[in-house]
C-alpha cells in the first residue's frame, strides 16, 4: 500500500499563485510515475500534469506556461507550482501514483481562485 499526502491548496485571487506538494510513504518503488489531476465542480476528473520515471513531464495544454510539476529531492515527493491562477483552475486537485499495475490517489486539496 502507499498513502498520499497533499497540501497546499487554498483560496487565491486571479492571477496569483499556490504550490501544492504530494508526499508518498509505504510500499515505494524508484520507478514510479506522479502526477496532478483536477475535478472542477459539475465535471470529470481531469489530467493536469504527469512526471514519468524517466523525469518526463506532460502538461495540459490549459496549464502549459503557467503551472510546473517538479519531483523532490528526498523521498518521492512532487511539487506543483502553480502561478497566473484563472478561476477556471478552481477544484479539486489530487495527487496521482502509479508504480507498475497499482495506482493510488491522495484525498485531494481544495484550490479555488476568485475573479
Known amino acids: 500500500q502507499v498513502q498520499l499526502v497533499e497540501s497546499g491548496g487554498g483560496l487565491v485571487q486571479a492571477g496569483g499563485s499556490l504550490r501544492l506538494s504530494c508526499g508518498a510513504s509505504?510500499?515505494?518503488?524508484?520507478?514510479?510515475?506522479m502526477g496532478w489531476y483536477r475535478q472542477a465542480p459539475g465535471k470529470q476528473r481531469e489530467v493536469v500534469a504527469v512526471i514519468d520515471p524517466d523525469d518526463k513531464i506532460t502538461y495540459a495544454q490549459s496549464v502549459r506556461g503557467r503551472f510546473i510539476n517538479s519531483r523532490g529531492y528526498a523521498g518521492p515527493t512532487v511539487y506543483f507550482d502553480m502561478t497566473d491562477l484563472r478561476p477556471d483552475d478552481t477544484g479539486i486537485y489530487f495527487c496521482?501514483?502509479?508504480?507498475?499495475?497499482?495506482?493510488?490517489w491522495g484525498q485531494g486539496t481544495q484550490v479555488t481562485v476568485s475573479y
Open positions: 509505504g510500499n515505494i518503488f524508484s520507478a514510479n510515475t
Open positions: 496521482n501514483y502509479i508504480t507498475g499495475t497499482n495506482d493510488y
